[in-house]
């Protein structure tokens, strides 16, 4: 469900917006936020709640790794989109689970017109490391299907 009131949002976000993600803002297009879910101190699972405001993408990235690794996505609230280079975008809804191996390049983020929440686990693995790329363009970004 579309939501594009940051206070109905709210109420629906179950996991909370936390901070803004100001540490990794160079490498999003508009504002996300930040909840970190676990501590990794304690485990060697992380896990945070990720929120995009409306129009918000991260920017094409690849999470590497020597063996394992990768991500996945939870989507909990809102609607989004996620896209592996060269393959048509997915629609992203609350209950989608996304799995993204380690070595393929990609961006998530919300749709135009909605708030939009996922948690962001990292697989562990050996030798893991962030690649960061170049941004998700607006022309790429306004060929999304509504």
């Known amino acids: 469900m579309k939501i594009n009131s940051r206070e109905e949002f709210e ?20 504002q996300s936020f930040l ?11 992380f896990l945070a709640n ?10 094409w990235h690849i999470h590497h790794a020597k063996s394992g690794g990768g991500q996945l996505l939870i989507c909990t ?11 048509e975008a997915v629609s992203l809804v ?9 070595e393929v390049k990609h961006w998530h983020g919300a749709k135009k017109d909605s708030w939009f929440s ?6 562990p693995g050996e030798e893991t490391s962030n690649e960061w790329c ?8 306004a060929k999304l299907p509504e």
């Open 134 to 141: 170049e941004p998700v363009s607006d022309e790429e970004y």
């Open 50 to 59: 990720v929120t995009f405001e409306p129009g918000c993408r991260n920017n």
């Open 11 to 30: 109420k629906q976000n179950m996991f909370g917006m936390g901070q803004p993600n100001d540490a990794f803002a160079q490498f999003f297009i508009g």
């Open 94 to 102: 609350p209950g989608t689970v996304i799995t993204i191996p380690a």
């Open 118 to 123: 996922h948690i962001a686990v990292e697989v």
């Open 77 to 87: 609230a809102g609607e989004g989109w996620y896209q592996e280079e060269g393959k």
């Open 35 to 45: 909840n970190p879910l676990t501590d990794p101190k304690e485990t060697n699972v």
